[in-house]
């Protein structure tokens, strides 16, 4: 058995881990179980790391003369129906994507185990309640996501979709004796669910068209096959356009509830009421990327239909801007980071959208290169959010506030999160040689080579992060005198969340010199990667832009974001209101859904469906009355009452056989 | 004819079973008084033993002249029976020597084994003969076992009903017995019985027939042949009546399996199936019916027991491979299920007394163990997912619809709103013990650790067995290799 063999008890440790935390660890002193989380944490990442290197770096069956294959170390049939023909089947898969999740949900994960150990550890002063509880979850979320990379097919991959959902929900709700807390959660909740319906929805076309669920082991021994059943369902058509191209579009609709794509990016935001850990883990590096995962693992199927790819195109690109248009006004910090996170996955979805295009224009070499430069984007993107997030946890649990306005100034007290922020900054900003610059940097080029137009849109979309990431540093950091209120003055917190901080800022540092091209491509085989000037350039200018503009605006504290506040006051307020989204959301549930077709629906439930339940409960009840006579306690009774059925059963059958 | 006793090595589970009763016999009659205490513990580990030896895989074949069976569904049968039994003797235990039992102890596990052997050979009998010599076997002991607490007047009542019942449906199968003897000249092998009744059905083979099953059917409780069930139910020790309504209805549907599609199959089908079919209707309802208005538990159950009778007949009316799987896996579910109700109500019976569902009031609160685990019985034998029941269900709808009759799709139906009515049922319970309050709810209970892991089991059987696909994909694997041997349709 090779080390690869055993990825499977990657997803075992953190499933023993939930199972011990949950029913044994509640007993246990709150210290100790944390500990015990994080230690499995450990194992568990080490674990995937070896694994990972092996994958990329070491000889075997994985890697044929350069292109990684796609390995399935281990695959159990679940369920099986009608002799076989249709298989659920719960398996690992290992393929370059898979292992390099593999690598950042195990790094994120240890990071927030770790970091939370310190930030956990007490509420305002008292010890925080659920302390056991939060770990196990946490174990829960991250078994749950280890199981959706390795997926082997699309129903497993629903099936751990749904578990992610639902311990986000707990995670989110971790503090539900808050009311923003419960509302937070049941929304992200519902709002993903919904869009895992259409998810289903797809799997259930396509499956149907094409009598399989294997659609992820594609460069497997059935691959070809599950490609021809692919192909042929292609000729069908629905309403104008291929069955299998409305199937794909329905699965990148769950995948845009799980990755915040407008309009479905409304959980998001809100999702900020768990605590920050939680965010930096579920909302920044991981749970929010498995939309765009989703699309990646289906690449080979979403490139033959280009009008999907379209609509992904469409969407990603206009969310990037929404996102980042909104996240100029925030004033609370980790909404501000969730939308920058809405926008920069957005940025992902656009470029694996256009990676289409270029597969079959150029088919050269170059193909696939927004695939690549889309999960080297995700890689990067994941380890600084993780930071920035986790120094915004760092900096709540200082100040006791979300809010920018309680903090300004906090350079002076708090150096360490400052740097680590910094970083951060400049990694999302894309001034090299931070990791951002470099994926960021690939991206803009599969813009440009899909059309000028998507490019100069996407970098425009680059300097506004820019402006806005500063602009939150700057006033978090800067702006004014930090006004010190009670006795405490903020500082640097524990070496629990220090060190993930310096961990995760030295990974932002050196990121982006991983050889992405060469290990992490859409069908195995490196490409080529070659850095273009004139689009590096030009967007290292317009971050520096950004950056000038937010340095002008918010490095001192000065009138003038007010006053364009003022002048701009329309824009100013309903980007501050996150263009009414969410009110717009509100009217739509409760005045047209709720009025106008629940009402009707309501009243037909409440006449007719339980006019006819009351009917059959009534019917039953009275029935059950009338024949209990039958049930006298004599054995007399029973014994006439046996022989006669016994008579009646033949005579009635006799008389029917007998007839016919 | 010679008997060649090398056959007797090809049923290793009989014998093994029959060394175990030896075992707690010598025990029993030759032990000191003073490690007579030891002796529930001690039977109850040997059969422990056995039951994992029970694993073991056999030789198949047809022995004693044709007589006797041993394949995989046999063994398979078999070894969840065998699940079942331990999970009962293990629970057991500290009922076995509590005060008025103790002096008795030893007979109630011998008694037990001595039915179950009874059981083996009802499901492995392939020829009436050594099929009744079973089926008596297997009741008349458990007559005595339902009377074991002598100081109640229930009891020995519920004995009494009992013995009765069971001998007049002994002799009215005895009587269609002798008409299928009649029928094909003087032969009772199974497998050769197919070829000596031919023809149109006559009179004399509807008789036998509906004589037939009337005869399983009071074994199995079904309409109108049931009516033995509660009051039995209720009167016997917890203990009896949870063997009663698990092992003793698995074994008897299994045979009953094997008799209807292997003897009658595919001549009469359409004879058998009809009847079948409003027995499973009327025995599904009324469980039903019944079981909404009951208070006591332990007839609550026993009504609930007659309506799972009705869906586990749903395999055999299907009378193919993935009917027999799915009756085999249903029974195994249903095992889990009704004991871990029933260990609970034991558990809460011996401290308390208390046996109807008003007692339960408040359950949670005072017990929370105890109220999960029927809680969680009481899911599965509702069927709600993801709990075993759900698959079990599942599945045996599936086997029936299989046959792809309209008929059958009707009953599987009717089988269908049956479930919905029946969580009202089951539910009540659960509302019992989550919902509604009491002052003087049951007082906080320390199980002894014997009970307490025949519910650790339960309660992992529940949850585990329906999301372990592998367990059902190979009972269907046993049933499809031998879907050729009898005439399954």
């Known amino acids: 058995m090779t080390l690869l063999d055993s990825t499977i008890y990657v997803l075992a440790i953190p499933l023993f881990m939930f199972l011990f935390l949950g029913l044994v660890g509640t007993k246990m002193p709150r210290k100790i179980t944390g500990v015990i989380g994080v230690l499995g944490m450990a194992v568990t990442t080490v674990l995937a790391y070896a694994i990972a290197f092996t994958y990329f770096f070491g000889d075997g069956p994985q890697n044929v003369d350069g ?35 593999l690598v950042v949900i195990c790094t994120v994960s240890f990071m927030v185990h770790l970091y939370s150990l310190g930030y956990m550890s007490d509420h305002d002063g008292n010890p925080e309640k659920g302390f056991q509880r939060y770990y196990a979850d946490l174990a829960l979320f991250t078994f749950s996501m280890l199981g959706l990379v390795v997926s082997t097919n699309i129903f497993q991959m629903f099936i751990f979709f749904e578990m992610v959902g639902v311990s986000s929900y707990l995670l989110i709700g971790f503090y539900y004796g808050l009311q923003p807390a419960n509302h937070a959660s049941k929304k992200a909740f519902i709002v993903t669910r919904l869009a895992d319906l259409f998810f289903l929805i797809g799997i259930l076309i396509l499956s149907y068209y094409t009598k399989t669920f294997e659609f992820i082991n594609i460069m497997g021994k059935n691959g070809e096959e599950v490609m021809n059943a692919f192909t042929s369902a292609q000729g069908l058509t629905f309403m104008g356009c291929s069955v299998t191209g409305w199937a794909l579009t329905f699965i990148f609709i769950g995948g845009a509830g799980k990755s915040a794509m407008y309009p479905l990016h409304i959980w998001l935001p809100d999702a900020m009421e768990g605590p920050t850990p939680v965010s930096a883990l579920i909302h920044a590096a991981t749970m929010v990327v498995a939309g765009v995962f989703l699309v990646a693992r289906m690449f080979p199927l979403y490139v033959l239909e280009q009008g999907a790819m379209d609509i992904i195109c469409v969407v990603g690109a206009f969310t990037a801007f929404y996102a980042a248009a909104i996240a100029c006004t925030q004033s609370d910090i980790k909404r501000a980071l969730a939308f920058s996170t809405i926008s920069q996955i957005a940025f992902m979805m656009t470029s694996l959208a256009v990676s289409s295009a270029q597969g079959q224009l150029i088919g050269g070499h170059e193909a696939g290169l927004g695939y690549m430069a889309s999960m080297f984007h995700l890689f990067t993107h994941a380890m600084f959010k993780a930071l920035l997030f986790l120094c915004a946890g760092a900096i709540i649990h200082a100040v006791h506030s979300n809010e920018n306005s309680k903090m300004h100034g906090l350079h002076k007290y708090m150096p360490i999160t400052s740097i680590a922020f910094l970083i951060g900054c400049l990694a999302i900003a894309g001034i090299p040689p931070f990791a951002g610059f470099f994926s960021k940097d690939e991206i803009l080029v599969a813009c440009y080579e899909k059309g000028l137009g998507w490019g100069l849109w996407m970098s425009m979309v680059a300097g506004m992060t820019a402006f806005y990431m500063f602009r939150i540093y700057y006033l978090i950091f800067f702006w004014k005198k930090h006004e010190v209120h009670g006795e405490h003055a903020p500082k640097d917190q524990p070496w629990t969340m220090t060190v993930p901080l310096i961990v995760l800022a030295l990974i932002s540092c050196v990121a982006g010199f991983v050889p992405f091209g060469d290990l992490v491509t859409w069908n195995g085989h490196a490409i080529e990667t070659h850095m273009n000037w004139t689009v590096a350039g030009a967007s290292v200018a317009i971050a520096l832009v950004g950056i000038g503009l937010a340095t002008v605006m918010y490095r001192k504290e000065n009138p003038l974001p007010d006053k364009l506040a003022t002048m701009f006051k329309g824009l100013w307020t309903a980007s501050y209101k996150r263009f009414y989204m969410d009110e717009l959301y509100q009217f739509i549930t409760h005045k047209i859904i709720f009025q106008g077709i629940s009402k009707p629906i309501a009243w037909f439930d409440r006449t007719i469906i339980d006019g006819f339940f009351n009917l059959l409960g009534n019917v039953t009840n009275k029935s059950s009355y009338g024949i209990r006579k039958m049930q006298s306690g004599s054995v007399q009774g029973y014994v006439s009452y046996y022989i006669i059925g016994a008579m009646l059963l033949a005579a009635i059958t006799g008389a029917v056989i007998l007839c016919i | 004819m010679n008997l060649d006793y090398s056959q007797f090595l090809m049923m290793p589970q009989e014998l093994g079973l029959l060394a175990v009763f030896l075992l707690v016999f010598l025990y029993d009659t030759f032990m000191p008084k003073s490690t007579q205490k030891g002796l529930p513990l001690f039977a109850t580990i040997a059969f422990g033993i056995y039951m994992i030896l029970g694993f073991l895989p056999v030789k198949e074949g047809l022995l004693f002249g044709d007589m006797f069976q041993a394949d995989k569904a046999t063994w398979a049968i078999k070894n969840i029976l065998n699940i079942g039994t331990f999970i009962v003797l293990l629970q057991a235990v500290k009922w076995a020597n509590s005060d008025f039992v103790s002096i008795r102890r030893g007979e109630f596990y011998e008694l037990i084994l001595l039915t179950l052997f009874g059981m083996y050979l009802m499901i492995s009998a392939r020829h009436f003969l050594v099929f009744v010599i079973g089926l008596e076997t297997a009741s008349l002991p458990l007559a005595t076992l339902v009377a074991f607490e002598k100081k109640y007047y229930e009891s020995h009542e519920a004995a009494a009903k009992y013995v009765l019942t069971a001998v007049f449906s002994s002799a009215i199968m005895l009587m269609g017995l002798s008409f299928v003897y009649a029928l094909s000249g003087g032969n009772l092998y199974f497998n050769q019985l197919a070829c000596f009744i031919m023809g149109e059905p006559s009179l004399l083979l509807i008789l036998a027939l509906a004589f037939v099953i009337a005869g399983i059917g009071f074994k199995l409780s079904l309409v109108p042949f049931h009516l033995w069930t509660a009051d039995v139910y209720q009167g016997a020790p917890t203990m009896v009546t949870s063997y009663l309504s698990v092992i003793s209805k698995g074994s008897a549907a299994f045979a009953f399996f094997i008799i209807l599609v292997q003897v009658f199959g595919s001549a009469y089908a359409d004879v058998w199936q009809w009847m079948l079919y409003a027995v499973i209707i009327i025995t599904i309802t009324v469980g039903n019916l019944f079981a909404i208005r009951q208070r006591n538990l332990k007839r609550f159950l026993a009504f609930s027991s007659i309506s799972q009778a009705g869906y586990i007949m749903l395999g055999v009316i299907a009378a193919n491979a993935v009917g027999m799987a799915s009756m085999m896996y249903y029974i195994l579910v249903y095992i889990f299920s009704n004991l871990a109700a029933f260990g609970v109500i034991a558990v809460i019976e011996r401290y308390t007394g208390k046996v109807t569902t008003d007692d339960y009031n408040g359950l949670f609160k005072t017990n929370p163990w105890l109220a999960f685990v029927m809680m969680l019985a009481m899911f599965s034998l509702g069927g709600i997912p993801p709990f075993a029941g759900f698959f079990s269900k599942f599945f045996i709808f599936v086997g029936a619809a299989q046959t792809g009759s309209v008929a059958i799709y009707v009953l599987v139906l009717i089988a269908l709103i049956n479930t919905i009515i029946s969580l009202y049922y089951y539910l009540l319970v659960v509302k019992a013990m989550f919902i509604r309050q009491d002052e003087c709810a049951i007082p906080k209970l320390k199980s002894h650790w014997t009970e307490a892991t025949g519910l650790w089991i339960c309660t992992l059987g529940i949850i585990l067995i329906g999301l372990v696909s592998c367990i059902y994909t190979s009972l269907s694997d046993i049933t499809a290799s031998l879907s050729g041997v009898f005439g399954m349709i």
């Open chain 1, 67 to 101: 292109v990684y294959q796609q390995l399935v170390p281990t695959n159990w049939t679940w369920l099986s129906f009608y002799a076989d023909k249709l298989v659920v089947r719960l398996g690992v898969l290992l393929d370059p994507i898979s292992a390099m999740m």
